[in-house]
């Protein structure tokens, strides 16, 4: 039950960080370039983006159960000795880790503080695409050491950003008319075209290559129960958004951008359990159930604490 529970938070905890840590970087693009979308998602994406720091904390579940989660902490896997030693150890990955979570945090506690200007928003971002190389190999590929994919890191970047958009439409703040509802509408479009892309290309390139470690990952994936979640990962975080949003009236509407947004959130988050349970082989399923336990608690967590943190901003400007 213990191994099961570290491989379910750590499921929980990738699916659910990618809402505040997109949102982070949605703000940070926005205060680079401008813009009425960001002025008109700030109101959603600002108490997303204050998740960040609890995203760190959260973080500590997994560090508490990395034998479980990945082999090669306790000595399995099919790493090479070299990247064992200099990579994949406990130690450094830890270190990694904390590098990242507490630069990620540094950076929401900037935004929250105050609109950053482009400079320092360009050099969070250009931190943001450094770690995140490093951070989707640590918390995602290493699970099942040997699959390579110099695509990955920014495929994970576009499923946070996607994650972030989709909360957006489905926080749908109050001043979001049809206008804004239509620039969110494209941004999800575009965002989601770039997630198709990049899992597609990253699939063709893998089969064109014809290399074991890449084939013996798909194919692992691409079997059972696995193939029927990446199907139902396409369908609803793929194809239903996808072809809803291709309608204008949809694009205008708020509270259909509502459903496309958490059609969004649902497809993402079986995508991620696409990426990770295939590893754990015959503990996948308890791993699947505790997960979802996991992440209901991580959302009531975060609901929990939004609403505090609206109380608190409500406060202060009655004492204003």
């Known amino acids: 039950m213990t191994e099961a529970l570290a491989r379910g938070w750590l499921l929980a905890w990738i699916a659910w960080s990618a809402v505040p840590v ?15 979308w960001g002025e008109t998602l700030a109101p959603a994406l600002r108490p997303a983006a204050a998740l960040v720091p609890l995203a760190a904390l959260a973080f500590l579940g997994v560090a508490l159960g990395l034998p479980a989660d990945y ?55 250009a931190f943001y695409g ?44 109050k001043g979001l008319d049809a206008r804004g509802a239509r620039d969110l509408a494209g941004l999800l479009l575009a965002t989601l075209l770039g997630v198709l892309y990049m899992g597609l290309m990253s699939y ?24 029927g979640v990446l199907a139902a990962a396409f369908v609803a975080g793929g194809a239903l958004p996808f072809g809803m949003l291709l309608f204008s009236a949809v694009r205008a509407s708020p ?44 959302g009531i967590a975060s609901a929990l604490l939004l609403r505090r943190l609206a109380r608190r901003a409500s406060g202060r400007l009655r004492h204003a």
């Open 130 to 173: 450094l770690t995140i190389s490093l951070a989707s190999v640590d918390w995602v590929l290493s699970v099942e050491p040997g699959f390579t994919s110099s695509a990955f890191a920014a495929e994970i970047a576009l499923h946070q950003i996607l994650a972030g958009l989709a909360f957006a439409a489905v926080a749908s703040p």
């Open 71 to 125: 082999p090669w902490a306790s000595g399995g896997g099919h790493a090479k000795p070299d990247v064992l030693r200099l990579y994949l150890n406990p130690a450094l990955f830890l270190l990694r880790a904390v590098v990242t979570l507490a630069g990620w945090s540094f950076l929401a506690l900037l935004v929250l503080r105050g609109r950053p200007g482009k400079l320092a928003a360009g050099l969070g971002l």
């Open 22 to 36: 997109g949102s982070l970087v949605l703000l940070l693009v926005h205060a680079v370039t401008g813009g009425r």
């Open 204 to 227: 063709i390139v893998a089969w064109y290559g014809d290399l074991p470690p890449k084939a013996a990952w798909y194919l692992k994936r691409g079997e059972g129960a696995w193939a």
């Open 255 to 298: 509270a259909t951008l509502r459903v496309v947004g958490l059609l969004v959130l649902v497809g993402l988050a079986l995508h991620a359990a696409w990426f990770v349970l295939p590893a754990y082989g015959a503990g996948a399923g308890p791993a699947a159930a505790l997960g979802l336990a996991c992440l209901a608690g991580l």
